[in-house]
Structure formats: C-alpha cells, structure tokens
C-alpha cells in the first residue's frame, strides 16, 4: 500500500523567514496531493492541493511542487508569519481512486 | 454552507464499553472518511463510506465499524473498548468518492479509563 514520508518533523524559523518542507511518498499510481494545517485544538484546514498533472501551484505565500518521477512533493511558504505555526500535513491517495495517507506531520514554529 | 458537524465532541468510556460516534458532511457531499489521531501515530485512515457503500478500510481491527446513512450522515462504532482507542476522531466529507477535496470535522476526543 501507499507509504508517505515527511520531513522535517520540526521547523523553526524567524518571522520573514522561508519554510520548506517535503513529503515522498511509493504508489506511482498516486494522482493527487493535498496539504493541511492543523493549529493546537483545531481540525485540519486544507490549505493547498495539486494533482499528478501539474507541477507545481502558487496561492499568495503558499507554493507546492510535485516531481511524479522522484515521487516527492514540497510545501513552500515565503515571509513566514507567526501565525502560520501549526503542524502541516501532506497526503497522497492511494492509487488513483483511493483513501488519502498522511504524513507525520511538520510542526512549524515561526518566531517573531 | 455549514462545515462538517460531529457529535460528541467529547467522550470518556471504560474498557470494554462501546461507542458510536455521528458525522454529518457538508450539504451535497456524500462521501465520508474516518481517521484515528494520535501523537503517536499521526493521521491513520479508518474507513471511506460513499452512497452507503464502505469503500475502502484501514489497518484497524474489526472492533472498528462503521456506516452511511442515505442522507449521507456516517457513524463510526468501536466495541470493547480498549486503552489504546483513546484518541481523537476526525471525519471528513468530500464531494464525491476518489481524489477529492476533503474537509474534516472538528473531530470527537474519545479518552477510554
């Protein structure tokens, strides 16, 4: 079945900062991407997703990228604020038609 | 449009008791997914119900259970309760079955004595 590696599990950065962080994942069959944010207490919010037919999709400071051949994706977020702390997971479907796997999650602290 | 709705948001049980746990999905959704969090172990994926119709399951055992009504609403129940089912519940609704947006709930703690 499908596998999803994320790294890293923590990140620190300074306010302005740029965080990055990749998740790889197996089944070569995997047809969307998705990334959530998970503030203390809160449900997971979709933030972005990007599907195995586009490389890569911007919205504001947020940025993911897909290589199907190395099978990674990336989560980029520019001039990082403090309230973009959360933990991030990224997700991959099983198959083309499956259930999503998660990551670990990424805790990212970003300090004023 | 009114988010995703799960009830309890909160429950204690002892070992050996059984619990059902309710989602509605957001209005015209009709998939339902069902996830375990714990520190430990991060986002595992329980079931996948769509037009009432499991689709797909998780590495979990046969105490884990669920269903899907025909207005789309999903319970999921767990019996005899274990330590380790301690967790925090999450589903989530999306549009259709497959690779689709999906929006979770504000979860039900489940904390087992």
């Not at chain 1, 089944?27 to 490389?55: H, M």
């Not at chain 1, 933990?87 to 999503?100: D, K, R």
Request: charged share 20%.
């Amino acid at each position: 079945g499908e596998n999803v590696e994320q790294h890293p599990s923590t990140l620190s950065v300074q306010e302005g900062d740029s965080a990055v962080i990749k998740c790889t994942y197996s089944d070569s069959a995997s047809n969307y991407f998705p990334w959530y944010k998970q503030e203390l207490g809160k449900r997971p919010q979709l933030i972005i997703d990007i599907r195995s037919n586009v490389g890569e999709k911007k919205d504001q400071r947020i940025a993911v990228t897909l290589n199907k051949t190395a099978k990674h994706f990336s989560l980029h977020i520019t001039e990082t604020q403090p309230e973009d702390s959360a933990v991030y997971f990224c997700a991959a479907t099983e198959g083309s038609q499956g259930n999503l796997i998660f990551g670990k999650g990424t805790k990212l602290s970003v300090k004023p | 449009k009114a988010g995703v709705t799960q009830t309890p948001r909160y429950l204690i049980k002892t070992r050996g008791q059984q619990v059902t746990l309710s989602c509605s999905p957001i209005s015209g959704h009709r998939s339902v997914s069902w996830y375990q969090q714990t520190p430990g172990q991060g986002l595992q994926f329980l079931f996948e119900y769509f037009s009432e119709t499991q689709r797909n399951k998780g590495n979990f055992p046969g105490r884990f259970s669920g269903r899907q009504f025909s207005n789309s609403r999903s319970e999921m129940n767990v019996s005899t309760l274990e330590l380790g089912d301690s967790a925090l519940y999450l589903c989530a609704s999306s549009r259709s079955k497959g690779a689709y947006e999906q929006y979770f709930g504000p979860g039900t703690r489940l904390t087992v004595t």
